[in-house]
């Protein structure tokens, strides 16, 4: 394979912090082979398109609660699920929310590595003075967001993210509720036509973190960073699975 890029490559040699990111992390926990290749052989993960709808739903829904949180009032959607509090102040939040440049960012001296992810939003838990981290999440079910959408394996991701962030979080000495909420804003196929607009609805759903896991994976991310081998394909990776059969096909001619 041909290195096409030279930034943000893992060097053995360098004392210098490498920065991980939440989405880099994720991709090791899916397929180390994967990852290795992108990280350590420079050969870019394949992309896909960029979710334009989902970023502006994003867009929309941090200025809306940012108004709330200039005056520090709390948002309406508060009250159905009996949340007593306000969107947090802090004067790290933009940093914390840009995720290519910045994030919330913990330094791991024991690999030497800088964990990092973007947050989408933090409330403020006025009964317990405990930070609440909130993942934003646009979707468009017909039958609208189960109450039991976490529980099911395609969104297994989703608990790992949150997982990760309040990890960050703890480890920035923040008091942070053992709880956080996903806000999936639902569209709406019910209307007779679209005319330049779309309608949603809130669903916010509670979960509860999971961190005892976090630590073990990121020594073994950096054990993989420092091997020489390539990890074993991952039998549940697409990708893997579609190099093998072109590789299997190729040799076969």
Not at 6 to 31: H, I
Not at 61 to 67: A, I, P, Q, R, S
Not at 110 to 122: A, F, H, Q, T, Y
Not at 168 to 175: D, I, T
Request: aromatic residues 16%; hydrophobic residues 35%; charged residues 30%.
């Amino acid at each position: 394979m041909k290195a096409n890029r030279s930034r943000n490559l893992f060097d053995r040699k360098s004392n210098k912090p490498f920065k991980v990111s939440r989405s880099k992390f994720e991709a090791f926990l899916k397929c180390a082979k994967c990852f290795y290749i992108d990280r350590i052989m420079a050969v870019n993960f394949p992309s896909t398109p960029p979710y334009t709808l989902n970023n502006l739903v994003d867009e929309l829904l941090k200025k809306e609660f940012d108004g709330y949180r200039k005056n520090q009032k709390p948002h309406p959607v508060f009250k159905t699920i009996n949340f007593n509090g306000v969107p947090f102040q802090h004067e790290n939040l933009d940093k914390w929310r840009t995720s290519l440049t910045g994030g919330v960012e913990y330094l791991d001296e024991k690999n030497n590595l800088i964990l990092s992810g973007g947050i989408d939003d933090v409330w403020l838990d006025k009964t317990t003075e405990s930070i609440v981290v909130v993942d934003y999440k646009a979707t468009a079910k017909t039958n609208g967001v189960a109450d039991d959408i976490l529980e099911q394996k395609f969104y297994d991701a989703y608990g790992r993210q949150m997982d990760f962030y309040f990890w960050l979080f703890k480890k920035n000495k923040f008091k942070v509720a053992d709880y956080g909420y996903f806000m999936f804003c639902n569209g709406l196929k019910t209307k007779e036509d679209f005319n330049k607009q779309m309608d949603f609805e809130y669903k916010l759903i509670k979960y509860e973190h999971k961190t005892d896991w976090i630590d073990e994976k990121i020594n073994e991310m950096k054990a993989c960073m420092l091997s020489d081998k390539i990890p074993t394909a991952n039998e549940n990776c697409n990708y893997c699975t579609y190099s093998s059969a072109v590789n299997k096909f190729y040799n076969n001619l």
